[in-house]
């Protein structure tokens, strides 16, 4: 059972790390080229984005300046690189031996990129959540779930077909 524990704790810390910063989890995984990759990536992003820029005018509500400052140019090209380096270093701690392990990643890192597209126009109430709080808040929970739901009926399709072929 502690191996168990202990593999569960390795696949979560992977995945934490690199919710902290991509490559982190790589570099947790001794995957150092690639890890330093991620790194590199993100900061260029980051940096070509504005991102930090656009994250302190969010926080202290300056949406329209916010939105002035983002490079959607290049801060497109974030969900996807912060999603991948999440699942693969998931993955490369063993977190990825589970089928369809993958989808909720690669939909989170969707619905993300299309709340960065909407988000110079999209009100809520009334107001204009803005290119860090709408992916945040909308497409982050939203690709999870509907990740998950398309997991979890890939997965029942499997075990039916499996089923079957008994």
Not at 3 to 12: D, E, I, P, Q
Not at 35 to 50: C, K, T, W
Not at 71 to 96: H, R, S, T, V
Not at 105 to 121: D, E, K, R, W
Request: aromatic share 20%.
């Amino acid at each position: 059972m502690t191996t168990y524990y202990g593999k569960n704790r390795t696949k979560l810390e992977a995945l934490l790390w690199s919710v902290a910063l991509p490559g982190f989890g790589q570099l947790m995984n001794h995957s150092y080229l690639k890890g330093f990759v991620f790194i590199f990536l993100e900061l260029l992003i980051n940096v070509m984005g504005n991102f930090n820029e656009v994250i302190m005018l969010s926080f202290h509500g300056s949406i329209q300046e916010a939105i002035q400052q983002t490079n959607y140019a290049w801060l497109m090209f974030y969900p996807c690189i912060y999603f991948f380096a999440m699942w693969d270093a998931y993955k490369q701690a063993e977190g990825g031996s589970r089928p369809y392990a993958f989808i909720p990643f690669v939909f989170a890192a969707y619905f993300v990129t299309v709340g960065l597209i909407f988000s110079p126009h999209f009100e809520l109430f009334g107001y204009l959540i803005g290119p860090m709080w709408l992916p945040m808040l909308g497409g982050l929970p939203l690709g999870l779930i509907i990740g998950g739901i398309i997991r979890w009926l890939l997965l029942k399709r499997m075990a039916k077909n499996w089923k079957d072929k008994r």
